[in-house]
Structures are given as C-alpha cells and as structure tokens.
C-alpha cells in the first residue's frame, strides 16, 4: 500500500465548477501537507500547504486536512480552463525526514470552456 | 530570474553510457534534492543535500552521484544508463529543516534511455 493514496482520474469538469481532489494517507508520522500544481512538461508549483487538521483558504483554492480520518483535500471554486493540471498532494513527518516528502499519484484535472 | 533550474532539458542517450545533470537555485536554500517521476507520474524522492551534507539517499542504485559542489548546485550523474533509468528527474530546494518545507521543484530534465 502506497503511502499517500490519489485518485489519478481523469476529471473532466466544466468551467465554474467546484472541483474536489482528495487524498488519503497511512503514515500517522505525517504532519504537513501540501498540494501542486502540475502543468504539462513542467515541474511541480506550490499551490498550498498546510499544518494539522483544518481548512486553509487562498482565493479559489482551499485545502482541508482531517488528520482523524487521514484524509486530504482541495477544492476549487469557479474553475477555469487555465486550471487544467495534474494535482499532485503530498505529505512529510517533518523532523530528520523534512526532506522526504511523498507524493500520491496526481489527479489529472481538465476544465472544458 | 529562474528560481530553480536545471540544465539540459531533455535527454537522449543510449544505454551504458554515463550522462550529468545539473541544477542550479537562487532561493538561497539551505536543502536540494532529486526527484525521480515515473511514467504514471509518481513522484519519488532519491537523494537530499543540506550544506552540502548528503542527507537522504533512497534506494537508489550506486550508478546514481549526486555532487554538491555548494549549496546553490546540486548536480546528478548517472553511470551505465539502463532502459528504466528514463524518467523526468526533477530537482528541488527548500529553506526549512527539521520542520516541514516549502519545495520548489526545477523544469526538470526528460532522460530517455535507448
């Protein structure tokens, strides 16, 4: 069993939508969490991170952790076609691992005008 | 003004030949890394360097060395390519330690073993 698990899809949405990307993960250590962006023949971008259970929100994006559940989650309100992407979640324990983060397989997300 | 970047871009090679890449960040980042994506896209973690102290070396087969001749430069070379060596090799830095970082991953470099 991997030790972030993601749906790698696709999704095929069109634009406005609310999109929903989840996660689950196994690893009870994990305590960040993060979530990229990833746009065709590029590199993984940043989009949001957060630590413990919670939402964090950043204009259309908003995470959500449940560490209870293990679960991991974003969504996007109002998507757009230049949101087309794979989306990638990913965890680390932070301590001596802080360097290893893990990825789950990535979502790939299409939004059709 | 690239934060992280890596040079070359695409790589095509044949098998049992040895090949560099290199990757360079302007983030002033302690910590530099090399990721390794599948083609399902699955991305793995191979090596970490902080100050150029090797921190984190994963399974990887001795044919991979990385070298970090300073803290902004990480660079990766590959002895006797085989066939499963092609991949998108992504390179990375972050500032935190010991707690849980902000990576900024490079282009990447698309290896394709022949």
């Known amino acids: 069993q991997k030790e972030v698990e993601q749906d790698p899809g696709p999704l095929s949405v069109p634009e406005g939508a609310i999109v929903s990307l989840n996660c689950t993960y196994s690893?009870?250590?994990?305590?960040?969490f993060m979530w990229y962006r990833q746009y065709s023949r590029k590199g993984p971008e940043l989009l949001m991170y957060?630590?413990?259970?919670g939402n964090k929100e950043d204009g259309r994006f908003t995470a959500q952790v449940d560490k209870s559940s293990k679960y991991i989650s974003l969504f996007i309100r109002d998507s757009q076609p230049s949101d087309s992407a794979t989306y990638l979640c990913?965890?680390?324990?932070?301590?001596?691992?802080?360097?290893?983060?893990?990825f789950g397989q990535g979502t790939i997300l299409t939004v059709h005008p | 003004d690239t934060a992280v970047s890596q040079t070359p871009k695409y790589l095509v090679t044949q098998m049992g030949n040895d090949k560099s890449i290199k990757c360079e960040q302007n983030?002033?980042?302690?910590?530099m890394y090399w990721y390794k994506q599948d083609s399902k896209k699955f991305l793995k973690i191979m090596f970490s360097?902080?100050?150029?102290?090797?921190?984190i070396n994963e399974t990887v087969p001795n044919r991979f060395s990385p070298k970090s001749p300073d803290k902004a430069h990480l660079n990766l070379h590959i002895n006797s390519l085989e066939l499963g060596d092609s991949a998108v090799y992504f390179c990375?830095?972050?500032?935190?330690?010991?707690?849980?970082?902000?990576?900024?991953f490079g282009p990447g470099t698309r290896l394709l073993v022949l």
């Open positions: 360097y902080n100050n150029k102290e090797l921190i």
């Open positions: 990913a965890s680390n324990a932070g301590g001596t691992s802080y360097g290893k983060l893990t």
């Open positions: 690893n009870s250590a994990f305590q960040y």
């Open positions: 957060t630590y413990s259970s």
């Open positions: 983030l002033g980042h302690d910590t």
């Open positions: 990375a830095s972050s500032q935190e330690t010991g707690g849980g970082g902000r990576f900024y």
